[in-house]
T-cell receptor, first 114, second 114 residues
Framework: DGGITQSPKYLFRKEGQNVTLSCEQN?????MYWYRQDPGQGLRLIYY?????DFQKGDIAEGYSVSREKKESFPLTVTSAQKNPTAFYLC????WGGGNQPQHFGDGTRLSIL | EDKVVQSPLSLVVHEGDTVTLNCSYE??????LLWYKQEKKAPTFLFML????IEKKSGRLSSILDKKELFSILNITATQTGDSAVYLC??????????????FGTGTQLKVEL
């Protein structure tokens, strides 16, 4: 069954700690994205990747890092530099470029501070 | 900077009512507008609109785009409690404006009561 898998569903971070959120897709999509969702706000783009070994900053990249070593995987690290990391994190994927194809989303990871 | 504004922010209706959700936008080099439904977790794709005046329909949901006035509406007829969700509107720029990147509105929280 094709889809996007995010793990863990819930994550707790201690002060000064880096944590990594996993995102895996088996849709054979080229592009992958990370969004952050805060209460009362829409989704805001953190990073996106069009192709393996390449990624671009989104609107709120500070305090986050990503890697794209495999087509199906796009992990997000929330670093200690991110001072307000409590949020719902959503990963998405899509076909990149030509044609009108929507982004498809995983079920999200809820990150909280201990 | 691309911008999407949704209204109302929240709405409570009774089962059987018809609702209209609004989305206005400003985007460089418009390519498409998308509607998603978000219950607890992953936003699920509803519609993608690229041309003015052409209604897209799926069951009790329908949507239309006005590219001259820069807005879209999402209609839900004969609402049911299962329609309770946050409805997200997003715009996608053309390839020269950022490819498949989406800019989201804050969403409309719809609650359907018995």
């Amino acid at each position: 069954d094709g889809g996007i898998t995010q793990s863990p569903k819930y994550l707790f971070r201690k002060e000064g700690q880096n944590v990594t959120l996993s995102c895996e897709q088996n849709l054979n999509h080229d592009a992958m994205y990370w969004y952050r969702q805060d209460p009362g706000q829409g989704l805001r783009l953190i990073y996106y990747s069009q192709i393996v070994n390449d990624f671009q900053k989104g609107d709120i990249a500070e305090g986050y890092s990503v890697s794209r070593e495999k087509k199906e995987s796009f992990p997000l690290t929330v670093t200690s530099a991110q001072k307000n990391p409590t949020a719902f994190y959503l990963c998405a994927s899509s076909i990149w470029g030509g044609g009108n194809q929507p982004q498809h989303f995983g079920d999200g990871t809820r990150l909280s501070i201990l | 900077e691309d911008k999407v504004v949704q209204s109302p922010l929240s709405l409570v209706v009774h089962e059987g009512d018809t609702v209209t959700l609004n989305c206005s936008y400003e985007v460089t080099n418009f390519r498409s507008l998308l509607w998603y439904k978000q219950e607890k977790k992953a936003p699920t794709f509803l519609f993608m609109l690229t041309s003015s005046g052409i209604e897209k329909k799926s069951g009790r949901l329908s949507s239309i785009l006005d590219k001259k006035e820069l807005f879209s509406i999402l209609n839900i007829t004969a609402t049911q409690t299962g329609d309770s969700a946050v409805y997200l509107c997003a715009v996608q720029p053309g390839l020269t404006g950022g490819g498949n990147k989406l800019t989201f509105g804050t969403g409309t929280q719809l609650k359907v009561e018995l």
